[in-house]
Each structure stands twice: as C-alpha cells, then as structure tokens.
C-alpha cells in the first residue's frame, strides 16, 4: 500500500528516484578516451622498486629558499629524464604501420605529469626536458602546475608527450598503478615519501622511502630493460649529488 510518507519521499527524491545524471564532455572525455584506448591496445606489465630518500631530502632542503623552490617532485623528474636518456626505449611509442608494426623512439624527452584540477585530471607538459637544467625544469613545472590549476594552459601545453609521471604521492597514496597515457610506451607512477622502516646494516630503522612503479607495455620493453631503467633511477634518486652537479 502507498502511504503518504512514499508519496513525500517521491517528491524529494527519496523512494525511486533515479540516478543523477552527469554528461562526460571536455577534459573528463578526453581522460576517459584515452584510457580506454590504453586498456584495449596496450598489454602492460609493471615492475617496482623501493627507494630511500634520504639524500634526495637532504638535497631539497639546501635549497629551500631558492627561487624556483626546488621540490623532490621536481629533483625526482630531472633524475628521470637522465634514466630516461640512458634507457631510451622507454622514451618510445608503438606505431602500426601500413609497413607493419614499428617502434618510434623520440630524440627528446616530452614529459607529462598529472595535475589534478577543478577541471578534471590534466596532464601539462615540459616539452625537451632534456635540454633544461635542474632550476629551468623546476620553474617550468611550477608554471605548468599553476597554469593547470588556473585553466590558462594552451592546448600545445596539453600535448605531444612521450613520457609521463603519475604523482598519486602528492595525494597522500604510498602506492599504485597508473594506467599508461596512450600511446606512450611507459609511465611512471610515484608513491608518498614517508618514514618506514628498512633493513640498514642488520638493523631495522626508519629511513624516508618511496615507492617507484612504471608500467610499460610489453610489446615495446621487456622486463629486463625496465629492471635496468628502474635501478638506475633508483640508484640515482638514493644518491642524486653528482648526477645534479648542475644546481
């Protein structure tokens, strides 16, 4: 028997009310394409490692008054781009030709990052990476992150990468596993830097750690030169000094 209270709770939205109904359009459609793209295209395969950063912290904080602030953000992806260079199958996309199937690999180091906005996810873009110093890339990531959160960026801001960072630490998450921007041939996922413990010297102490994660897609890298991609950067990350000679 209908009461009522049902009829009330119809009319407020309550008892079969139906759902609430969100077109996709703009920045979200675009999001949503290319990850399906991503999924129905590209086999993927992840590897991680973990990384102790406490040099990488100890490095930032000498120039925490500079100008561009030097963020491990930004310290972490001038590192990548010189693991990047020394391990340019990463740096590549897989192209289906009417020649058959070919891997393209880029002369330069475009590199994207995800920005979350009011707007949806964007993903700006340094473009030659490889060319800037560790000061050039910190001020131009600061330019994009603000451009980004301002919704000024140009739409050749927004284009043309052939890397990308997911930076999901920046969000309090200690890890997980991005979905590769197509068609890009990797991306690299960055967990929280936080405290936790690690084995040093047969002692348990706490050590500021990170969690790397790339994932690629298998038909371009293989597990071993991802292994290889993954330890340098490592390596480099736990002792960034002389590979950053240029700050």
Do not use: Y
Request: proline share 6%.
């Amino acid at each position: 028997m209908i009461t009522r209270a049902d009829v009330l709770a119809a009319a407020r939205g309550g008892v079969g009310a139906g759902p609430d109904v969100r077109p996709v359009h703009g920045v979200h459609a675009r999001m949503a394409e290319k990850m399906t793209l991503s999924h129905k295209e590209i086999p993927t395969a992840k590897a991680s490692v973990e990384v102790i950063c406490a040099e990488l912290l100890r490095l930032r904080d000498r120039f925490v008054s500079a100008a561009p602030e030097i963020t491990p953000f930004a310290l972490t992806l001038r590192l990548l781009v010189i693991a990047l260079k020394h391990n340019v199958i990463l740096n590549s996309t897989w192209v289906d030709s009417g020649e058959g199937p070919q891997v393209h690999v880029h002369r330069g180091v475009h590199l994207g990052f995800g920005a979350a906005t009011e707007r949806g996810l964007l993903v700006p873009v340094v473009t030659d990476a490889q060319d800037k110093n560790t000061r050039e890339l910190a001020s131009r990531v600061a330019e994009l992150i603000t451009g980004a959160r301002e919704g000024t960026l140009t739409p050749a801001e927004l284009r043309g990468s052939t890397f990308t960072v997911s930076n999901f630490g920046a969000l309090g998450v200690d890890d997980g596993v991005p979905v590769i921007n197509h068609p890009e041939a990797a991306i690299l996922g960055l967990g929280a830097i936080k405290p936790r413990p690690v084995v040093v010297g047969g002692e348990v102490v706490a050590r500021p750690t990170m969690t790397l994660t790339c994932v690629f897609d298998h038909r371009v890298v293989d597990g071993a030169q991802v292994a290889q991609f993954m330890c340098e950067l490592r390596d480099l990350i736990e002792s960034p000094e002389t590979a950053l000679l240029d700050l």
